[in-house]
């Protein structure tokens, strides 16, 4: 089993559509989580960080239930501009290394 | 506020031949620092990564290396480079003893011919 899987996807969804990713990893003691954006032959940008009480930035929501391992990403009222491919990472517990999954990728059609 | 440089951004080099690619940081100080590649169309592989000074940690064995001869600065580098190194390298940093969110640089384009 991957230590973090993704669904590679592509979503292709209208705009004003709501799309959810989920992600699911395997070390039960990892304690930190994140969603990366990288749009195509870009760097990774840093999206939003993955508390336990969820968090939300606009029209986008987090949430981690480490009862099933899993986070996911909740985009409402989608944009063109939010097609890219969403990175989920996870940080293991006492490491310094960043788990990253391969990605799921969203298009947003007109 | 903190930046991250990379250079060069694109690179084309034959095969064999060797490779040293640059990463400096701004605006902090004793960053954990990051190597990563990735293969078009792949996920990013962790190649090194360092906690200081002198401190390099290597996640995959083969043909490259890592230094870190000052604080801020991370090289990557190869004597022979391979057909199988090409790809896009990119460079991250975290804050120092924590396990915050890493930035990335702008990364490099990497093509072995």
């Known amino acids: 089993r991957k230590e973090v899987e993704q669904d590679p996807g592509p979503f292709n969804v209208p705009e004003g559509a709501t799309v959810a990713f989920n992600c699911t990893y395997s070390n039960s003691a990892s304690q930190s989580f994140f969603w990366y954006r990288q749009d195509c032959r870009k760097e990774p940008k840093l999206l939003m960080s993955?508390?336990?009480s969820g968090n939300e930035d606009g029209r986008f929501t987090a949430q981690l239930n480490r009862a099933s391992q899993y986070i996911s990403l909740l985009i409402r009222d989608s944009k063109l501009s939010d097609s890219a491919t969403y990175l989920c990472v996870v940080n293991p517990s006492g490491t310094y290394k960043y788990i990253f999954g391969t990605g799921t990728r969203l298009k947003v059609l007109a | 506020s903190q930046t991250i440089h990379q250079w060069p951004a694109t690179l084309v080099q034959p095969v064999g031949s060797p490779l040293s690619l640059e990463c400096t940081v701004e605006?902090?100080?004793?960053?954990?620092l990051y190597w990563y590649r990735q293969a078009a169309g792949r996920g990013l592989q962790l190649l090194f990564y360092s906690v200081g000074i002198g401190q390099i940690s290597s996640e995959v064995p083969q043909n490259l290396s890592a230094s870190r001869p000052q604080d801020r600065q991370f090289i990557l580098s190869s004597k022979k480079l391979l057909l199988s190194d090409s790809g896009f390298y990119l460079c991250a940093w975290s804050v120092s003893g924590g396990f915050d969110e890493q930035y990335f640089g702008p990364g490099t384009r990497l093509t072995v011919t």
């Open positions: 993955v508390y336990s």
């Open positions: 605006g902090t100080s004793n960053p954990n």
